[in-house]
């Protein structure tokens, strides 16, 4: 089954997930000290790389959409996200303009014209430049941690986020505070998660990564 170019940009916007499993997890003892080193390392993180698998879950089909593909970031507000297999599908995002590509079919979109964009393109910005956890009104957040990771949960507070998100889960790697792993509940149910896998940071990316060929 291949989605259209519209159902997949959906997919990949409105991500959900449940397969973390909160008994493994305990309150982290200081809140605080733990965003500031994740501030920290964020600030000192120019570029990432990493191979990704996406799990798509949805109630009205019993077998699961699995996709794979490569992410890159670069500050500042670059995103890539190219999908390869089971097809070729790619998602840019810079500075505030999205660019999809399916085959030959190119388009593009200004985000600040859509709320909608807008908010899921702060989302995702924030959780890898580090100010997301910053924002009260828009979430409660609770942090959890186990011997290997990090586990932050965002619920949002405002109804229009609501509407598209009812959680968000995100798994860093105690390590060096990447994110392994990224989750979030729709309304509805359906979930998807994403494992990161390979990371690479600081490596050179030339700015026409963020470009359609």
Known sequence: MKYSPLNLLLTFLFLAG??????????VKDPAAFKKKF???TRKTQTIESDFIQEKNLSVLSDKITM???????KENKLRWEYTNPYHYLIILNNGTMYTQDEDKKQK???????????????IMGCVEGNLFNDEKKF???????????????????????????????CFDKKDLMVTRLEMHEPSGD?????????KINTFLPDEKFLLP
């Open 18 to 27: 449940a397969v973390f499993s909160q008994g493994k997890y305990t309150e």
């Open 68 to 74: 794979k593909g490569r992410f890159m970031f670069k």
């Open 109 to 123: 979109i200004d985000v600040g014209n859509n709320k909608m964009f807008t908010e899921i393109n702060s989302i």
């Open 140 to 170: 409660v957040t609770s942090f959890l941690e186990n011997q290997e990771s990090y586990l932050v949960t965002l619920k949002p507070r405002a109804s229009s986020l609501k509407y598209y998100l009812s959680e968000i889960r995100i």
């Open 39 to 41: 501030s920290e390392v």
């Open 191 to 199: 979930y998807t998660k994403i494992d990161f896998s390979g990371k």
